[in-house]
């Protein structure tokens, strides 16, 4: 016969044994109060007595109404499973949505410790999947400054150069002060890029005095009116600082493409309220679409205003591929309109740090290939690759990673994950709560205080830093002298135990204006035929 099978439930055994420990301890403590060690149990038991009438008379919670004080240790497992499952049951190799060793190469280059590994891989070079990048017999010199790419076309007055290696998109708000200071400071002294996310450009971005590409979401933070539509004239205001290097209009992100979101009331603080220009202590809305156009023709018309406003900066957007229409509606406006953005950011469905439903997460929208795939692709098509840049954003850790993503169409790369732990983050997933145990992804002010702001300055440095070195190396190691040089032709995956292709085979490439030349195969024809300027809907 089990406990729970006996006619008193749990809750009178677990709080009987409890009163009847602290009773003893209190007749002990009676016959002998000089003890320490009598008068520290003694508390013990009776704050554990507390508890468990506090578990018994609340309301909210099944299990502790019917274990009090035991039931407390579901609530500490289920808040430490990530950490014990990442440090005691995964290996080197496992894990997501960051393995061990994603994690351990940033935390080593971030402290400037030693990032080489003896005994050979851990990866199976011989499992299905496995990439690598082909290396030259000759080898091309190490470049001695690191990459950079040069960012605006004909309508830009004040182009940028941007490095190639950049911190993506992450909002005050959804990160603290602290690590924005840190990652805006690291900006600063390392000579790359800080992207705003659509929060709105914070105090805490302009005191490192890094340079920044702002974002402007659906809400049009920081560049809105009272009802929440866009304010050419606040956007100008902002955007006229000399620190604004681009402008970003993001359509959609990869961790919830299509959704939108809320910031709850009670997170509005003074300090969110000021920076998104919201009323304090009321529900802060991301609509899941923009108000300000509504045609992809408007689109390109507002994207050119925002150039405009700006003085001339470099004006561009970010989304997750979904309908493969929309996108080329919007290519379709471009060429109907002579309006073109200077660049295009290509998000992921892999996420980030944007908490959102599971359906979202786990299966909406292009993973980053296949999006960048399709994007660079599209703007050949039509015959304006060498006017629009393409930047890629979704699980880049490593150089390889960056590689990987030249070699399909990106001309420069961003991390937000990256330099998350470059700071600190150690992949808890609580970043939704305002619970993070680092200090990173939280408003608690008394969290944020383990984030020392100097100390993470430098490993964001030293991250960049290192990633970047690395990846002149594995350009040179290529025979290549820019890693722009790299071509799907270069990377190889085994998709059998025999058999391997190149991404040339994965991918196939367009030719130059073969879209409007009519001289595409059926996967491309429909969604071309389909696509519609003057709508994001699809013409039938």
Sequence with gaps: ?????????????????????????????AAEP????????????????????????????AILRNYPIAGHLRFVFEAIRPEMRQYFFESEE???????????????RAKNTLDVRPFGTNHDVYGLGYEWMSHSIAPAPVAKEPHRVQIGGPDCMQPYSASVFNISAMSFGALSANAIRALN???????????????????YHREGGGDIVWEIGSGYFGARNPDGTFSPEKFAASAANPQVKMVELKLSQGAKPGHGGVLPAPKVSQEIALTRGVPIGEDCISPSRHSAFATPIEMMQFIAEMRRLSGGKPAGFKLCIGH?????????AML?????????????????????????VDHIGKPMRQG???????????????????????????????????????????????????????????????????????????????????????????????????????????????????????????????????????YPALSEGALLAGNVNARWAQPWAMADAKSFRPMV
Excluded at 34 to 59: E, K
Excluded at 325 to 332: N, Q
Excluded at 446 to 464: G, M, S, Y
Aim: hydrophobic share 45%; glycine share 10%; charged share 20%.
């Design 94 to 108: 496992d894990g997501m949505p960051f393995s061990r060793d994603q994690r351990a190469i940033v935390y080593q």
């Design 1 to 29: 016969m089990s406990l729970l099978s006996l006619p008193f439930s749990p809750r009178f055994i677990t709080l009987t044994l409890v009163v009847l420990v602290t009773a003893a301890l209190a007749v002990a403590f």
């Design 185 to 203: 400071g690291g900006a600063k002294l390392g000579g790359f890029y800080h992207d705003t996310g659509e929060g709105g450009y914070s105090p």
């Design 324 to 332: 493969e229409w929309e996108f080329l509606a919007i290519c379709k």
């Design 372 to 506: 960048l795939y399709f994007v660079h692709n599209a703007l050949v098509g039509i015959g304006v690759r060498d006017r629009i840049k393409i930047g890629a954003a979704g699980k880049i850790i490593t150089a390889f990673d960056i590689v990987r993503a030249m070699a399909l169409g990106a001309d420069w790369c961003n991390a937000a994950r990256g330099f998350m732990f470059a700071v600190g983050c150690i992949q808890s997933q609580h970043c939704h709560t305002d619970r993070c145990p680092t200090g990173v992804a939280t408003q608690d002010p008394t969290r944020q205080r383990a984030l020392v702001v100097p100390d993470k300055t430098e490993r964001v440095v030293n991250f960049h830093r290192a990633t970047v070195r690395e990846l002149a190396e594995l350009t040179a190691a290529a025979g290549l002298a820019h890693p722009n040089d790299f071509k799907p032709i270069h990377i190889s995956r085994r998709i059998t135990p025999r058999e391997v292709v190149t991404f040339a085979d994965i």
């Design 336 to 360: 109907e309109t002579k309006l073109y953005p200077d660049f295009i950011v290509v998000d992921g469905k892999e996420g980030g740090t944007g908490a959102a439903p599971m359906e979202f």
């Design 34 to 61: 000089r003890s320490l060690v009598l008068a520290i149990f003694l508390g013990i038991g009776l704050f554990l007595t507390l508890v468990g009438v506090v578990d018994l008379l609340q309301t909210s919670h």
